[in-house]
Every structure is written in C-alpha cells, then in structure tokens.
C-alpha cells in the first residue's frame, strides 16, 4: 500500500516541478541563461531532501528543516543543512551551465534580417534570391519588421512612436 508519507512526498515533488517552471516562464526573457539559472536554483532549494530520522529514515524537504532548525536551535546547528543546500545548488547550477553549452550550438540564434535591401538575404553563407512581399495586407515595411520581430519573441525596435 501507499503511504501518506509517500503520497505527500510525490505531491511535494509535482508543486516544486511546477514552481521551477513557473520560473523558467517567468525568466526566460531575460534570456536562456537567466531562465536557466532560476529554474536550477529553485529546483536545487526546494528538491534537496535531508534525513530527519536516520532509523525509520524519514526524509524532509532540507529548505523547511533548514528553518525550522534555525529557528528553534540557532544557526550553528543549521549549518549543515545550508552547507548541503549550498552545494547541492552549486553542483546544479555547473551542470546546468555544461547543458548550456553543449547545446548552445542547437538553439536557433537567427541573424536579423536587413529589411531595406528586399533583393537578397543572407541564407547558409550564399546569396539567396528572395520573393517579394505580397503587400495584400496593406502593411508597409515598418509593419512587416514590427510584425517579425513579435513573431520571434522580441519587443520590436519601431513600437514606440
């Protein structure tokens, strides 16, 4: 049978997934980097389990006995525990930077486009003819660059006017 002491663990586990994307929602434009980096820090602070009994080894979530125990016995007691929660983060935040720049190469990083010059475009290292606009939307180049740049997730450069 399943435990209550199970069932709260993998409920624990399911909310703390959910704050680390939450965060990395939050983050992430900011850039990879930033999203990245909270994510594996609230992920590294609120996964990090610690033994409160050793015998019937009972497990706790380290960040709520890290308090606890600051608050009842003083920080000199609790040192431990932060000493743990500080390497645990450090261990994830290497690991996540190796992720990063192992597949830095893989994220799409596309050159912006030069809108004046509607004849050519830089594609894969050649000059590539490229199709006029069908302007049956009446935009003018402005709006198309503007249109563009909201489509790729940045704040366009001719948005305040």
Known sequence: MV??????????VVGALG???ATWLLFRRFGREWGHFFMVSV???????????????VMAPALFIL????????????????ILLAGVWLVALILSLIYQLLT????K???????????TVVAEGRKTRRQ?????DNLSHDEYQARDELLAGERPMRAER
């Open 104 to 107: 830095r190469g893989f994220v």
């Open 132 to 136: 006029p606009r069908d302007y049956q």
């Open 43 to 57: 992920w590294a602070v609120l996964l990090t389990p610690y033994a409160m009994k050793v015998e019937p080894m």
């Open 19 to 21: 704050c680390g994307w």
């Open 67 to 82: 308090v606890m125990e600051t608050l009842i016995n003083g920080f000199a007691s609790a040192k431990p525990i932060a």
């Open 109 to 119: 990083n596309e050159e912006p486009v030069d809108y004046q010059d509607y004849d």
């Open 3 to 12: 435990e209550t002491y199970q069932i709260a663990w993998a409920a624990y």
